[in-house]
C-alpha cells in the first residue's frame, strides 16, 4: 500500500475539505504502520442516516473504523466524533458502538448475560430490560439464554448488532455486519439500519459487496489503497461502472467468423480469440447482450459460453483508481 | 427485525462509576481466566510444596531448611509462575483475543479496568498458592512462625507479582516469555549476585518478611518488616498506575 497512484477517475463528488456540523468529521487523517500506508490523508463529513463505506479487502475500512472509535489514533490528521477526539474523551465513548468485523466475543456468556454486560458498561439504565430490548431487535429472544461460543457465525453477528444498540447509541459504526447472514436476516438487518438512520442517528456500514451496499443507502464512500477515492450518491457510482469498458469472454463453436461478425456490426471496441473463445471489450454491454443470441441464431453457431471477467469489486476499484 | 423503539437523543450522557467498572471488570475477566487446564496445571505445580514440606518434616529438617524450601520453592517459583500466568492473561487474553474492545470503548476510566484485573487474577492465584505452601510450612513441623510468615510473605508475594505481571501483559505479546525470563533469570541468577541488585528482585522483600517471622537467617533477606511489605505494595501500586496508563495508550484491535 506504499506506492499510491493518483486517482484517474474521480468518481463522484470529489472529496472536499468537511464541514464542522458532522457527526464524524474526519479532516487529513492517515494512519502508517511503520512504513505501511493503512490510510492517507481521508477527509470527509457525515451526519445522520446511513452510509456506506465501500472498498475491497485491506483499503484501509477497519483502520478508518478504528481511528473514528478512537481505538487507534491517527498519525496525521484529526478525527473528531460528535464534536470530540473519541480517543481521549471519555464521556463521547458512551455515545458510539462499534460492531468490529472479528468474531471475537465473551464465549462463556449467554447472548442475554453479553448484551447486559455491554448494557452496564454504558451505565444504561434497567440493563436487563435494554438487553431484551436489543435482543429482540436481531431477533434472537428465543436463544438468549444459550452460550454465544454455541452460535453460528450468523448468530454471533446479530449478538455483536444487539450488543451495539443496545447504549442507544447516536454513532453506530458497523464493520462488515453482513457477513455470514442468510438472505433474510440479511434484508431485515439492512432494514433495521435504515429505521436507526431515519431515528436520526449516524449510521457507518462497511461492506467489500457492491450488492449490499446499494441496498444500504444511496450515501456512499469508497476507499481503496487507503485512500477515499469517490464519496457522494451510490447511484452515480453504478451509473460510472456501467459505462466503463466491459471485459466478456464468449465460448463459440465458431470463433473467428463470430467475431468477424462483431465487428462488422460495431458492438465491440476490441477483441482477441483462440479457438473456442472471444474475448471481448465493450462500452455497451447491454447492446452486446440483446445481440449475442441474434448473432449466433444468424450465423448457425453455437455459444457455449458468457462470462464477464470484470463484474468483481476489485476490477470496479481498479478502474476508479487507476482508470484501467 | 422487530420494531423496537429507542430513547432518543436528548438522554443525559453516562459515565460508568469507578466501584461499578471495576466490579464488571473484576467478574468478566474472572470467568475468563477460569479454565480447567490452567487451574489444574498450576494447582499440580503448587502441590510440589506441601509434598517437599512433608518429606522435609518427616526427616526431622531444621528450621532454616524448613524457611529455605517456602522462601526458594513458594516464595520463588511457585507464586511467581502462578501469577504470571494469572496476571499476565488477564489483560494480555483480552488483547490478544480481541474482546479488550468491549471493554475499551466504554465510558468508564482505565485504572478501574486495570484494578479490576489485577482483582481478579490475585482471586485465583491466591488461594491455588497460598493453601498449597501454607499446608507445606505446617508439614514441616517448624513451628507457628514459618506458618505466619508464609502467610503474610505469600500474600505480599501474590498482590505484587500479579500487579506487576498485569502491567506485563497489557504491555507485552510475550508475557509469558519475559516473565519467565524476569523470574527464573533475573530473580533466580542474576539477583543472587549481591545486595546491590537484589534490591531491584521482588523476592527480596518477601523473603525478607519470612526471615522476620521465623527469626531465621537466609542471603539476600536483611529487611524490615515495614520495608518487607510497604515497597512491594507501592511497585504494586506503580504496576497498576503503568497498565492503565498502558490501556489508555495503546492501539486496539
Not at chain 1, 457507518?204 to 450515501?219: I, K, N, Q, T
Not at chain 1, 447482450?289 to 455459444?303: D, F, K, N, T
Not at chain 2, 524448613?66 to 488483547?95: C, K, Y
Not at chain 2, 504494586?236 to 495503546?250: E, F, P, T
Request: charged share 20%; glycine share 10%.
Amino acid at each position: 500500500m506504499t506506492a499510491l497512484p493518483p486517482p484517474v477517475v474521480q468518481a463522484l463528488a470529489a472529496p472536499a475539505p468537511p464541514p464542522d456540523t458532522g457527526m464524524i468529521t474526519v479532516s487529513e487523517a492517515s494512519k502508517f504502520f511503520g512504513s505501511i500506508v493503512a490510510v492517507s490523508e481521508v477527509s470527509f463529513s457525515i451526519g445522520g442516516g446511513v452510509t456506506a463505506l465501500l472498498g475491497p479487502n485491506g483499503a484501509g475500512k477497519s483502520t478508518l473504523f478504528r481511528m473514528i472509535c478512537g481505538l487507534t489514533p491517527p498519525s496525521r490528521g484529526t478525527v473528531r466524533v460528535l464534536g470530540t477526539d473519541p480517543r481521549h474523551d471519555r464521556a463521547v465513548r458512551g455515545r458510539i458502538s462499534l460492531v468490529p468485523q472479528q468474531d471475537a466475543l465473551f464465549d462463556h456468556l449467554s447472548a442475554s448475560e453479553f448484551i447486559g454486560f455491554a448494557a452496564r458498561t454504558h451505565a444504561v439504565e434497567d440493563p436487563d430490560r435494554a438487553a431484551g430490548r436489543a435482543l429482540a431487535s436481531v431477533e434472537l429472544s428465543d436463544v438468549g439464554s444459550k452460550p454465544v461460543g454455541q452460535f453460528s457465525k450468523g448468530m454471533r453477528q446479530r449478538v455483536k448488532v444487539a450488543a451495539a444498540l443496545v447504549n442507544d447509541p447516536e454513532v453506530l459504526i458497523l464493520d462488515e455486519p453482513l457477513t455470514g447472514l442468510d438472505p433474510v436476516q440479511r434484508r431485515n438487518m439492512i432494514a433495521l439500519f435504515h429505521r436507526l438512520g431515519d431515528e436520526g442517528r449516524c449510521v457507518l456500514v462497511s461492506s467489500h459487496v457492491l450488492d449490499e451496499v446499494a441496498r444500504l443507502g444511496s450515501r456512499v464512500l469508497v476507499i481503496a489503497q487507503g485512500r477515499l477515492i469517490a464519496s457522494g450518491d451510490y447511484r452515480d457510482l453504478r451509473g460510472l461502472m456501467d459505462d466503463r469498458p466491459h471485459r466478456i469472454r464468449v465460448g463459440v463453436s465458431d470463433p473467428r467468423r463470430f467475431a468477424a461478425a462483431l465487428v462488422d456490426r460495431g458492438l465491440v471496441s476490441g477483441l482477441s480469440l483462440d479457438t473456442d473463445h472471444v474475448l471481448v471489450d465493450t462500452l455497451d454491454v447491454d447492446g452486446f447482450g440483446r445481440q449475442l443470441a441474434v448473432l449466433a441464431v444468424e450465423l448457425g453457431i453455437r455459444i457455449t459460453e458468457v462470462s464477464p471477467l470484470d463484474d468483481d469489486l476489485e476490477s470496479v476499484f481498479r478502474y476508479l483508481v487507476e482508470g484501467r | 427485525m422487530t420494531a423496537i423503539e429507542f430513547s432518543g437523543r436528548d438522554r443525559p450522557v453516562r459515565e460508568v462509576s469507578s466501584f461499578t467498572s471495576i466490579a464488571l471488570t473484576y467478574r468478566i475477566i474472572l470467568r475468563q481466566l477460569t479454565t480447567r487446564g490452567r487451574v489444574i496445571a498450576l494447582t499440580l505445580l503448587s502441590l510440589v510444596a506441601p509434598v517437599a514440606g512433608w518429606a522435609l518434616g518427616a526427616s526431622d529438617a531444621s528450621l532454616d531448611d524448613s524457611v529455605r524450601l517456602i522462601a526458594g520453592i513458594g516464595l520463588g517459583l511457585v507464586i511467581p509462575v502462578v501469577a504470571l500466568v494469572f496476571g499476565g492473561a488477564s489483560i494480555g487474553d483480552l488483547r490478544d483475543d480481541k474482546t479488550l474492545v468491549f471493554l475499551w470503548l466504554r465510558p468508564m476510566a482505565r485504572w478501574p479496568v486495570a484494578v479490576g484485573a489485577a482483582g481478579a487474577a490475585i482471586t485465583l492465584t491466591a488461594p491455588i498458592t497460598l493453601i498449597p505452601l501454607v499446608a507445606a510450612a505446617a508439614l514441616t513441623g517448624a513451628g507457628n512462625g514459618i506458618v505466619v510468615g508464609t502467610i503474610i510473605s505469600g500474600l505480599v508475594g501474590v498482590i505484587v507479582y500479579v500487579s506487576v505481571f498485569t502491567f506485563l501483559g497489557a504491555w507485552l505479546k510475550r508475557f509469558i516469555v519475559w516473565g519467565l525470563a524476569y523470574i527464573l533469570i533475573w530473580e533466580g541468577f542474576i539477583s543472587q549476585a549481591g545486595a546491590g541488585v537484589a534490591r531491584v528482585a521482588l523476592r527480596k522483600y518477601t523473603r525478607s518478611i519470612l526471615v522476620d517471622q521465623t527469626g531465621t537467617d537466609l542471603d539476600l533477606a536483611d529487611f524490615s518488616l515495614a520495608v518487607g511489605i510497604i515497597v512491594p505494595i507501592l511497585v504494586a501500586i506503580a504496576a497498576l498506575a503503568l497498565a492503565a496508563w498502558r490501556l489508555s495508550a495503546q492501539d486496539i484491535d
